[in-house]
T-cell receptor, first 115, second 114 residues
Framework: AQKVTQAQTEISVVEKEDVTLDCVYETRDTTYYLFWYKQPPSGELVFLIRRNSFDEQNEISGRYSWNFQKSTSSFNFTITASQVVDSAVYFCALNSYSGTYKYIFGTGTRLKVLA | DGGITQSPKYLFRKEGQNVTLSCEQNLNHDAMYWYRQDPGQGLRLIYYSQIVNDFQKGDIAEGYSVSREKKESFPLTVTSAQKNPTAFYLC?????????????FGPGTRLTVT
């Protein structure tokens, strides 16, 4: 079975604080892909990053960084020096190489950054 | 600019009526998807299509129908058989070939049925 768990339903931080969003996944496949998306209040999901199961290197893009650890089946997302514009719902998603094009989404984490 | 368009943004219907949601993409993507999102929930897959004239049921296909006559278009019909149609509907596309690329999403259609 494939599953994505985002245990944090909602997080509130004050602007300029660092915040980490957790994502834990389950799959029996050895080849799989992980994604993070941002959903601002407008509703459209915006792609942030893709990682495949063979690439455990951490990624940094500006204030965003991602920590992929296969040993703990986690793909966590950190925002450094958060800003009000970071307020959104963030989704983690999984796609396993099981012959289908289905993507499994977590339930999302709502991040509120307060000025 | 390339992207995915969904229309309308807001849609209101009376119970018992079928309604069709539009999804068009000019990204030249092979695969297209329909998701449903309910408040506080993740995305649930309704239907997906890997190529023209072919589509597969997702996890919650009952009460919905789709067609894929053109590469650019993947309309979703919410039928009267769908018991709880009020939701936010998102269309997505991906290149859909070989590796597992990211999906790109449209702005969504918020459907309210009363």
């Amino acid at each position: 079975a494939q599953k994505v768990t985002q245990a944090q339903t909602e997080i509130s931080v004050v602007e300029k604080e660092d915040v980490t969003l957790d994502c834990v996944y389950e799959t029996r496949d050895t080849t799989y892909y992980l994604f993070w998306y941002k959903q601002p209040p407008s509703g459209e999901l915006v792609f942030l990053i893709r990682r495949n199961s063979f690439d455990e290197q951490n990624e940094i893009s500006g204030r965003y960084s991602w920590n992929f650890q296969k040993s703990t089946s986690s793909f966590n997302f950190t925002i450094t020096a958060s800003q009000v514009v970071d307020s959104a719902v963030y989704f983690c998603a999984l796609n396993s190489y099981s012959g289908t094009y289905k993507y499994i989404f977590g339930t999302g984490t709502r991040l509120k950054v307060l000025a | 600019d390339g992207g995915i368009t969904q229309s309308p943004k807001y849609l209101f219907r009376k119970e018992g009526q079928n309604v069709t949601l539009s999804c068009e993409q000019n990204l030249n993507h092979d695969a297209m998807y329909w998701y449903r999102q309910d408040p506080g929930q993740g995305l649930r897959l309704i239907y997906y299509s890997q190529i023209v004239n072919d589509f597969q049921k997702g996890d919650i296909a009952e009460g919905y129908s789709v067609s894929r006559e053109k590469k650019e278009s993947f309309p979703l019909t919410v039928t009267s058989a769908q018991k709880n149609p009020t939701a936010f509907y998102l269309c997505a596309s991906s290149t859909g070939t070989g590796y597992r690329p990211e999906q790109y999403f449209g702005p969504g259609t918020r459907l309210t049925v009363t």
